[in-house]
T-cell receptor, first 111, second 113 residues
Framework: GESVGLHLPTLSVQEGDNSIINCAYSNSASDYFIWYKQESGKGPQFIIDIRSNMDKRQGQRVTVLLNKTVKHLSLQIAATQPGDSAVYFCAEKVSGNQFYFGTGTSLTVIP | GAVVSQHPSWVICKSGTSVKIECRSLDFQATTMFWYRQFPKQSLMLMATSNEGSKATYEQGVEKDKFLINHASLTLSTLTVTSAHPEDSSFYIC?????????FGPGTRLTVT
């Protein structure tokens, strides 16, 4: 895949604080992006998506920002809770229904 | 929401044996399924794209003779790891697409001893 797996960066936040998780994508032609949450030993879960014709999309407690100029995505989690502790991946749609995953960030919420 | 299942959830096998992993879309038909491999503390690596009724498309560096993929129906794709070796130990995850969204299975942990 275009995004190569590396050892995960980590982010620790206090419960109740906001979290910001960043992702750089590789293909400037990608027009659809998804953020996934993966808990230990489980498959990824869909959190929120965004198309390239948008800069921002909000969900429940989550916001995704897209900066196409620098090929950057961010996921903001408001009022982070212990249940948010997981690994977060961004995925870009590269062709057809193929998605490539970013490196991922391990989020730890400190009670 | 759409549900994808995998079976088994964990398999331990001896080196040299073959292991088959099933991926099923339970409440929708998926013309395309994907197989990923994930090593500990790493991202998901796309292995292959599986289209119903045709040969799978493998990513560069993935041995098609070692990782056999069959997509015999719109709800089932199988991945067979042939002559497994300890370095094949990993977490294997499938996904099935419905329109633009991917729905992931819970993953299968393969341990080769």
């Amino acid at each position: 895949g275009e995004s190569v797996g590396l050892h995960l960066p980590t982010l620790s936040v206090q419960e109740g604080d906001n979290s910001i998780i960043n992702c750089a994508y590789s293909n400037s032609a990608s027009d659809y992006f998804i953020w996934y949450k993966q808990e230990s030993g489980k498959g990824p879960q869909f959190i929120i998506d965004i198309r390239s014709n948008m800069d921002k999309r909000q969900g429940q407690r989550v916001t995704v920002l897209l900066n196409k100029t620098v090929k950057h995505l961010s996921l903001q989690i408001a009022a982070t809770q212990p249940g948010d502790s997981a690994v977060y991946f961004c995925a870009e749609k590269v062709s057809g229904n193929q998605f490539y995953f970013g490196t991922g960030t391990s989020l730890t919420v400190i009670p | 929401g759409a549900v994808v299942s995998q079976h088994p959830s964990w398999v331990i096998c001896k080196s040299g044996t073959s292991v088959k992993i099933e991926c099923r879309s339970l409440d929708f038909q998926a013309t395309t399924m994907f197989w990923y491999r994930q090593f500990p503390k790493q991202s998901l690596m796309l292995m292959a794209t599986s289209n119903e009724g045709s040969k799978a498309t493998y990513e560069q560096g993935v041995e098609k003779d070692k990782f056999l993929i069959n997509h015999a129906s719109l709800t089932l794709s199988t991945l067979t790891v042939t002559s497994a070796h300890p370095e094949d130990s990993s977490f294997y995850i499938c996904s099935a697409t419905s329109f633009d969204e991917q729905y992931f299975g819970p993953g299968t942990r393969l341990t080769v001893t």
